[in-house]
Nanobody, 120 residues
Framework: QAQLMESGGGLVQAGGSLRLSCAAS????????MNWYRQAPGKQRELVATLTRGGTTNYADSVKGRFTISRDNAKNTVYLQMNSLKPEDTAIYYC??????????????WGEGTLVTVSS
């Protein structure tokens, strides 16, 4: 059973940068998509960034031009580089992986989240 572990969250001043990492441990047969979500206090979880197996990326309008999703296949790790951070980026950030097993069963993995706090 694969597990995801996020790291890199913390407290940063507005305008600063952070890089989140999400490392997958265990065996994942076929990764189809890697996502970063976030959930701010009192709000619903929202999709922030997506990276497909083919390399296509998509971003929420609120983070376009500031956040970059990338991956290191050798390390089974996905990253979220966050620049020009704003107080409204404060949230718990979750890594999510959509995958397929060897017998073609769809799988959905989630990390436990990492807190990002941006002070004004």
């Amino acid at each position: 059973q694969a597990q995801l572990m996020e790291s890199g969250g913390g407290l940063v001043q507005a305008g600063g940068s952070l890089r989140l990492s999400c490392a997958a441990s265990g065996s994942i047969f076929r990764i189809n998509v890697m996502n970063w979500y976030r959930q701010a206090p009192g709000k619903q979880r929202e999709l922030v960034a997506t990276l497909t197996r083919g390399g296509t990326t998509n971003y929420a309008d609120s983070v376009k031009g500031r956040f970059t999703i990338s991956r290191d296949n050798a390390k089974n790790t996905v990253y979220l580089q966050m620049n020009s951070l704003k107080p409204e980026d404060t949230a718990i950030y979750y890594c999510n992986v959509g995958a397929t097993s060897r017998d073609y069963v769809g799988l959905d993995y989630w990390g436990e989240g990492t807190l990002v706090t941006v002070s004004s």
